[in-house]
């Protein structure tokens, strides 16, 4: 049994299930507020029909989010964890309270007003997920693969949650009068629910689990300082020789010995965001589900995803070999012309497995790469790594969203 800053390592794996269980509650809530703006795009496009919802509210998100998340990795070796990820969970409670309010305030009523107020609020989402998840990500990176596994889980499970109650909220509410709304305003109030509970369970309990302690004072044994305020909140003091801790590599090194997980997860998530969720919301013309369509493309896309984040835990299902993934992600482009030929020939059978397919590639290739890449490094290397690989993976959405774009060209309509 080893033994770190008076730590033991937990030789039972001590708090090992409770930490994976938090992990995914703040997976789901990096990306719950997200997704239920997403989820509700139908509403939002009743309430806004001349202003492209689905897809200015991803254009307007994003490059909050990508800013926010590159100043914060390029500075990750010094930037404070704990309040790093405690500001991001913070806003994302407030944007969601705001969009009530502004919601409340203006009786639901459409006009340029009220969509300006969304805009700014889902502008605060971006910035609260740059500050979460890749604070997220990097903090558990210098622990065990099942939490970021969990992690990411949870983010899809986010998809999950919002697509399965959307379909509910709708199915009870449609005969309602503002029954679309009633739907909406009860995914918000759910959000900031999930977010409030993200603020207590990192800021009180996370921190004080043994497994995580005995991880962040391996972590600041090795020369990390972003796990200080961390280890304090769990009551340790950290006494390390600063000349003993190993030189570690710069950022630069660190992305250059793993640029093809970097532009994997690129490649990933561009593809991914070029297709979902505007294609799926205004592109797949009309067919016998009706309104029905696009929110059961949406379902079935996060629930595929959010079962795939756990098939890399079957050993047989797992790819760990650095040109395998490559290989599987540069298939996944095949996706865009069999989308199109999908959406202009077939019917609603075919896309509603191919979306399937898309979501499942999604999240295996995900956990599957963000599992394998930290293998080897020290603590502070891990935190590093992870800060470059988050924002590579935000990177792809940014292009994801520009992209999405191209398939309005020829449609009559901008």
């Known amino acids: 049994m080893t033994e770190v800053n008076g730590i033991k390592a937990p030789e039972k794996l001590e708090g090992h299930f409770k930490a994976m269980a938090i992990c995914w509650l ?29 897809r200015v509210l991803t254009l307007v998100y ?29 806003l994302f409670f407030l944007g969601t309270l705001m969009m009530i309010v502004v919601d409340v305030a203006t009786s639901g009523r459409g006009g340029i007003g009220p969509y300006i107020g969304i805009c700014a609020m889902v502008g605060v989402f971006g910035v609260a997920d740059g500050h979460v ?16 596994q969990s992690f990411f889980a949870g983010l ?12 509910m909220t709708r199915a009870a509410f449609e005969k309602y009068h503002d029954g679309l709304r009633k739907g909406t305003m009860m995914f918000l109030a759910l959000s900031t629910f999930i977010e409030f509970l993200c603020i207590f369970l990192y800021a009180i309990y996370f921190s004080k689990l ?24 769990g009551g340790i003091q950290t006494q390390t020789d600063i000349e003993a801790i190993p030189q570690r590599l710069t950022t630069k090194q660190l992305f250059i010995q793993n640029y ?30 009706g309104t029905w369509y696009p929110l059961v493309l949406i379902a079935m896309y996060n629930v595929l995803d959010f079962i795939s984040r756990y098939t890399p835990l079957i050993p047989c299902l797992k790819i760990e070999n650095r040109k395998g993934l490559m290989v599987a992600i ?9 989308f199109y030929f999908t959406a202009k020939y077939a019917d609603q059978g075919w896309m ?11 999240g295996h290739l995900t956990v599957c790469l963000m599992t394998v890449a930290p293998k080897g490094y020290t603590g502070p290397e891990q935190n590093a790594l992870g800060n470059v690989l988050a924002f590579c993976l935000m990177c792809g959405i940014f292009a994801g969203v520009l992209l999405d774009w191209l398939w309005l060209i020829g449609n009559g309509k901008f």
């Open 26 to 54: 703040l997976g789901l809530g990096s990306l719950v507020a997200w997704n239920s703006v997403l989820t509700i795009g139908d509403y939002y496009g009743i309430l806004f029909p001349n202003y492209h919802p689905s």
């Open 210 to 233: 043994p497994i995580v302690k005995y991880y962040r004072s391996k972590a600041a044994s090795e020369g990390s300082k972003t796990v200080m305020a961390d280890l304090a909140a």
């Open 352 to 362: 509603i497995l191919l979306t399937s397919i898309l979501g499942f590639t999604n």
């Open 62 to 90: 994003q490059p909050f989010a990508f800013i926010s998340m590159g100043i914060l990795a390029y500075k990750e070796a010094t930037v404070n964890t704990r309040k790093r990820i405690l500001i991001g969970y913070t």
């Open 330 to 338: 540069g298939l996944r482009f095949l996706f865009v012309p069999a």
């Open 156 to 167: 899809a499970a986010s998809g999950a949650l919002t697509s399965a109650l959307r379909l």
């Open 133 to 148: 998840q890749g604070g997220v990500i990097g903090d558990l990176s210098l622990m065990r693969p099942e939490f970021i």
């Open 260 to 289: 093809d997980y970097a532009l994997g997860l690129f490649l990933i998530y561009a593809l991914t965001l070029s297709i979902f969720p505007g294609f799926l919301f205004e592109n797949t013309g009309k067919h016998q589900l």
